[in-house]
């Protein structure tokens, strides 16, 4: 089911009113159930998770909110990693994924014909709709990394490209994560796992398997064909913006569109569109477009720059320039405004997620 993700302000909050911890905490796993559809918004900033957390608090009880707040807080998590790691997040973490067998990428992934039924409509529902429940990223980065062979990078980079929510801390820990490279052990799953969390049936696959033969399947016939693909991002042309110099200039990333940030104040707002940064981390049309228009709906006044953050025309003659803080931010001019976080007090010791989840429970008695 193709899903949608409107961009105006009420409709996001509706989804928002709409998560029901108690419902989650019990169907979160099937691909049917009660899951919030929120990443898009949460990636892009524009719903922050400390907004969140107080707005479930306000609704039910601790008790009930945990389900749904342990899930927030992974992503939290993550992006503690990321401050913690910088780039060597781009690299195997905790040792080197075991069993790789190439560096690419399965041509099945680009074709949708892996022969997992419900893979090859979760591909094409990726590519049209920019998103997958949880579930179906895990069962595509295991087949790829823990059937098919493939090093984590490239698939990640494929799957990164086309999601509204693509975030780079959470996917490429979480490929990381199915890989090995990031737990102790690779993630698996076979095609009766599949088929209960999805309520469907496929019964002659090549994954049809008890959960001892899966770590010693050959590869597939489907899985073997592999391809370098390489992927660009379609920048917008847009028109130079117009700025009054006599007022202070605030940044905006396709990570930051926090609605709330200096909101009350009379500012230039720019969202920079940085080539030198979708060069590495390339995304689709589709995700072009949909952060431009949330931009525009929820920051009234945004302008686009489609530039380097240097090249801003007369720059240096601003009174003030602010960002938000964020790894990809570091080198931005002018004041930065920290970044927010949910669990502030939990710090990332280079422990599980489990020992992070510890401390932040703690603050939540
Ligand atoms: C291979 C792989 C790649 C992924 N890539 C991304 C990505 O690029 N961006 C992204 O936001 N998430 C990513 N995730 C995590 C997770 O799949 C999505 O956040 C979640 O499916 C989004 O749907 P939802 O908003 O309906 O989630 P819900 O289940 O409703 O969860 C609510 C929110 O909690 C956070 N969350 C939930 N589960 C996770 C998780 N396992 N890890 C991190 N945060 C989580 C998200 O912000 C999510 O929006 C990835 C997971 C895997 C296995």
């Given at each position: 089911?193709?899903?949608?993700?409107?961009?105006?302000?009420?409709?996001?909050?509706?989804?928002?009113?709409?998560?029901?911890?108690?419902?989650?905490?019990?169907?979160?796993?099937?691909?049917?159930?009660?899951?919030?559809?929120?990443?898009?918004?949460?990636?892009?900033?524009?719903?922050?998770?400390?907004?969140?957390?107080?707005?479930?608090?306000?609704?039910?009880?601790?008790?009930?909110?945990?389900?749904?707040?342990?899930?927030?807080?992974?992503?939290?998590?993550?992006?503690r990693v990321w401050w913690a790691m910088g780039d060597d997040i781009f690299q195997d973490i905790k040792h080197p994924q075991p069993g790789v067998r190439h560096?690419?990428?399965?041509?099945?992934?680009?074709?949708?014909?892996?022969?997992?039924q419900l893979l090859d409509q979760s591909i094409q529902q990726l590519m049209n709709g920019g998103y997958l429940h949880n579930h179906l990223r895990l069962y595509l980065a295991m087949l790829t990394c823990n059937i098919g062979g493939a090093h984590w990078r490239m698939p990640a980079q494929w799957m990164y490209y086309h999601l509204l929510d693509g975030d780079i801390a959470s996917n490429t820990l979480s490929w990381q994560w199915v890989a090995g490279s990031f737990s102790n052990k690779k993630y698996y799953a076979n095609q009766d796992n599949i088929n209960h969390y999805s309520k469907t049936i496929q019964t002659d696959s090549y994954l049809q398997q008890g959960y001892e033969q899966l770590p010693n399947l050959a590869i597939p016939e489907a899985l073997k064909e592999i391809t370098q693909h390489i992927f660009t991002t379609p920048l917008p042309i847009c028109q130079t913006p117009l700025l009054d110099n006599t007022l202070p200039l605030a940044?905006?990333?396709?990570?930051?569109?926090?609605?709330?940030?200096?909101?009350?104040?009379n500012l230039?707002?720019?969202l920079i569109l940085a080539p030198s940064h979708f060069n590495k981390y390339p995304v689709n049309a589709q995700v072009i477009s949909f952060t431009v228009e949330l931009?525009?709906?929820?920051?009234?006044?945004?302008?686009?720059?489609?530039?380097?953050?240097?090249?801003?025309?007369?720059?240096?003659?601003?009174?003030?320039?602010?960002?938000?803080?964020?790894?990809?931010?570091?080198?931005?001019?002018?004041?930065a405004t920290s970044a927010k976080w949910?669990?502030?007090?939990?710090?990332?010791r280079a422990q599980g997620f489990f020992g992070y989840w510890k401390q932040c429970e703690k603050t939540l008695k």
């Open positions: 089911m193709m899903e949608i993700f409107p961009t105006q302000r009420e409709a996001i909050l509706e989804r928002l009113l709409a998560v029901d911890p108690i419902k989650y905490g019990t169907t979160r796993n099937y691909i049917q159930g009660a899951v919030s559809r929120l990443s898009p918004y949460i990636s892009r900033g524009a719903v922050s998770l400390p907004y969140i957390k107080e707005n479930l608090l306000s609704r039910f009880s601790t008790y009930q909110a945990k389900p749904f707040l342990q899930q927030l807080a992974w992503r939290e998590y993550f992006q560096h690419q990428l399965p041509k099945a992934l680009l074709e949708a014909t892996t022969g997992i940044l905006y990333t396709s990570y930051q569109l926090d609605p709330h940030w200096r909101a009350a104040e230039n707002r720019l931009a525009k709906n929820l920051i009234p006044g945004i302008q686009i720059f489609v530039g380097e953050v240097e090249d801003i025309p007369a720059l240096s003659n601003f009174p003030a320039i602010y960002h938000q803080q964020h790894p990809l931010t570091q080198h931005f001019p002018g004041t949910m669990f502030p007090e939990a710090t990332y």
